[in-house]
């Protein structure tokens, strides 16, 4: 990871200060990919894994709609799969809002993951701080195919993540590192890196 923040991607604005990734900003930015039924769902589930990670699962939830994967990672399949390595923090909140939703033409999936499972069936990947399996190793995995890596613990980016989850405030804010993102081809949003916190590993 850089250690002081580059440049932001070719076509994402600068802001003139961090901005808060939250549901409500989401609203205003496509507003057809959130529902008003889906946010009830989420302030329900957080009944069952705690109002912060039922808050990280709405996000999470809307990442696919942000990033474009190669054609070899879309070819014959039929849906977008969100992987969860096990332990899963979000109880029933990720899960429930994920049901029923669309990205174009292909359903989003929601699985839960350990080690012995292909990587190569993800194209998000949530990475908890003490998953199941070898951390590093689970990561280096992933580095080498294109998935969208998300985790919430401090070292993530460090680690070779892509999307780091961070609660400041009660709000979930994230800091993204396009380096390992272009490595494999997996493109993301200028309006994600525009709602980042910090954006690393941008060309200088």
């Known amino acids: 990871m850089i250690n002081t923040p580059g440049p932001r991607a070719s076509g994402a604005a600068v802001p003139s200060a961090p901005r808060a990734f939250t549901v409500t900003r989401l609203l ?3 507003p057809a990919l959130l529902l008003t039924a889906g946010l009830a769902t989420a302030s329900a589930a957080a009944q ?5 990670y039922a808050r990280k699962a709405a996000v999470v939830s809307k990442f696919p709609h942000f990033a474009e994967w190669p054609q070899s990672a879309l070819r014959d399949r039929r849906t977008i799969d969100v992987c969860v390595v096990r332990p899963n923090p979000f109880g029933e909140a990720l899960s429930a809002l994920i049901a029923g939703e669309r990205l174009g033409d292909r359903t989003l999936n929601l699985r839960y993951i350990d080690g012995r499972d292909r990587l190569d069936r993800c194209h998000v990947l949530f990475v908890p701080a003490r998953p199941a399996v070898d951390r590093q190793v689970l990561l280096g995995r992933a580095a080498a195919l294109p998935i969208l890596t998300v985790g919430d613990y401090a070292s993530f980016l460090d680690e070779g993540g892509i999307v780091k989850l961070r609660m ?3 709000r979930v804010r994230f800091e993204v590192n396009v380096a390992p993102a272009g490595r494999v081809g997996l493109r993301l949003s200028s309006q994600l890196l525009q709602m980042a916190l910090n954006v690393w590993g941008a060309p200088q």
Not at 48 to 52: I, L, N
Request: aromatic letters at 0%; zero cysteines; proline letters at 9%.
């Open 168 to 170: 400041i405030d009660g």
């Open 28 to 30: 205003l930015i496509a």
């Open 48 to 52: 069952h894994s705690g109002p912060e």
